[in-house]
């Protein structure tokens, strides 16, 4: 990382900014906190976002309000299904060439003021119809509570000396209702009972019509009120309440049908407007952001100051850049970081072979500023590790497939999706190799149905469930003491340790050269040279046949161990050291679960063609059928769940045993300031 | 022998290891699935994130089911002291499970929250399962005849089972560990690389256990 600084007269600052934002090739660094300074400020101000940001803002709200109501009047059948979202389209790009803010402004404006003409007025219409269908609906109901009284409407409104109220009281409260009422009127009343219902929310409710005088208004309103009363709204209805349903329904279904005119016009509009809108609303997006950009800046009376973090391989090409959009008019800078490592943004470069495994770093933490970057060493261990636990050479074939679709179709529109689909497929082809090495072809699938024992062939060099030609019980790897290296699972074992402490041996490497550079050689030897040692006396030991010098080795790095403990917290932490090399010996055993999971793949994988073998022999006629389904929906699952299993456990194996070791991480990811284009492209 | 047909004992070992195991299982699971209903309730389109979370606890059922089907059908003339040993060690560590599905259901919670902590609170549950992996792998090593004295021919292999497989309730506390190492990742994501080092401490009593069980089916004691 490099620090630009850059000095451009304001007249260019901002054809400045829209070049950088372009390139998207920098990250700008806030100026802010450095203007608090009192010998900063006497000589640069704080800057303020660019003038056309209100526009711009203005215009934004606009256009997403359009959005919003051309969604919400979208046809079913236009919104996409799960075929696209397994395979979107891309959007086609509009090819813009806006050479300033206020062009992007007028051409918005213009389509905005399209789009109003022309659609405005049928969404005006369109909410007026709703609201009044909705009121219907109201209405509807409440004629429908009131069916039983064949009485006309029109009479039931209050007359010059009478108050009457329709509506619904809960049932168990109308004897209480009416005792109240009487007390107050002095039995001056009428009530009239329908018959009882039950509402839509499951309530036990009477409609009645109350009738009384006018001068008891006040208190029988409060009392209708007590007892939970819901009044109904019946003025400007005549008639029965039959006929006034009819009628009710009729204008409903003319308010239906007219919405929905409207909503095909509109979706006629929508279409030949909502891709227009959507590009316009990402210019509008990028025009926000270059004007709020200029808030990291600090400003003079005629220039910006400007500061951002540059990657070393870009500087220079930045410089030039800065200089010819301001034609000259600028003074830029290049140089070192001047700020504490934890600030320092990092990018991760990798070959492009590599990138995708950069979410696996990610996933843990980025490195820290000028820790190493392990992306490239994940891959070798990752893939490898994948291999054997999954272990069968049509599964990975399967998953191969999966990753290259993945990566074809989602792949298109998400950059997560493309990554997982690169991992998966090389992932699914390091699995083939390790299901031909094993043997695994959908399990013991070609030995149980075809009869064809591939491990009495030369196909296959072990068999994870037992012997195979190479090795095996009559022709054993080698012995060892009195342990015999005869059959396949203790040989994958032996080779998943073995790849275990290889795997840590690169890791102590890494971590011992990283802190002789940092911390010097005690540290280093301290915390990774004496596990080295240790790896290093039991190889020498198991080579020179020699069992004592990794006993001793033992003793020393337990020793070892306690002397660190003491150093760094008295006589209890060097009791706890001593336990130091349980940790070591967990993080070897750790990597048993290669084997575990290889043999937890294969062996389900021969359940489901026991299970499926046993059914296509026991049952009558359809037995055929159904061992076809049991062996699909079991493969499917083992497939899932080993699949599954193998990416975790891979990852765990590099963030638990291997990154334990070297790795912190904890740095600041560089974002850069790039506009971000979906719907639209500038065309170079 | 203690009966006529060795395959009867193992017969109790296969039952112990799809029972205990399921029984772990059952609970990790409906624990996971719990919370994967309230996730759903809130934002449906979470169903399958709530299912793959739901799907961790499962794998020690499923192990121990494969150990059952091994002693059934596989590695019948196995000694039958180590198939009943290898029944255990499976079926206990299988508890684990119980663990995995704290810390899953846990996970799925973040997940809801915010779903760039997905593949994070991924390996944080997955971290119980290691019990339950040292548990088939005393069972592979008892089944297939690596070792061949006393510590496997003799009750002694019942022992090694005991012991990796009560060492496997680690996971239960490694669980619990996880389940909050996933909160304070949720919450401050640097806390991703500590927080393993903590969910990986009650491993070690798994390592003891695996140890132990490993040093009594070399025998060298006998």
New interface residues.
Partial sequence: MNKLRAVILDEKMDSVIRELHEKGMVELYDLTPKLEDPEWRALVSHSTPAEYGRDVSALLIKTNRFLDLFDNVKLEDNKGGLKDILNPTLPEKKKVSFKSAEEVISYGKSILEKVEDEAMEYFNRLNELESKKNNLQQLKKYVEYLLDFDIDLKYVRDGPYTYIVVGLVPEDKLSNLKKEISNITEDYFEIIEGKPLTTEDGERKIPVIIVTLKEYIDQVGAELRKWGFEKFDLSNLEGTPKENLDKINREISNCESEINTILSKLNDISKKWYSELLSLHELLEIEKERAESYIYCGKTERTYLLEAWVPKKHANKVKEDIEKASDGYSFVEIDDPDEPEEKIPVMLDNPKSVKPFEMLTE???PPKYNEVDPTLLIVPGFLMFYGIMLTDAIYGLLLALTGLLLRKKLGKVSEGAYNLGYILTLAGIATVIAGILTGGYLGDFLKQFLGFDIYNTYYAVVNP??DSLFIGESNPLFNFG???VN????AI?LFSIVVGIIHLFIGLSLGFKENLEKKGFKEAFLNQGIWLFLILAIVVGLAIGMPSIIGIAVGIVMLLCMAKGYMSGGILDAGLGA?DI??F??NV??Y??L???C??TS??A??VN?MAKLLGDSVPVIGVVLAIIMLLLGHTFNFV?NG??AF??S??LH??EF??QFY???GKKFNPFRAKREYTDVGN | MVFENPLLLGAVGAGLAVGIAGLGSGIGAGIAGASGAGVIAEDPSKFGTAIVFQALPQTQGLYGFLVAILILFVFKTAPEWAMLGAGVATGLAGLSAIGQGIASSAGLGAVAEDDGIFGKAMVFSVLPETQAIYGLLVAILLLVGVFSGEGVATIAALGAGLAVGFAGLSGIGQGITAAGAIGATARNSDAMGKGLVLAVMPETFAIFGLLIAILIMLGIMF
Avoid: D, Q
């Fill in positions: 996933m843990f933490a469930l037992g009195n342990i015999s059959n396949g699972p203790i074992l336990m349980t940790g010996l967990g055993l750790s048993a679960r084997l575990a999971l043999l937890a062996g389900l021969m359940a026991i769940m599954l299993g975790i456990h990852l765990r963030y638990v990154f334990g912190e991480g904890g």
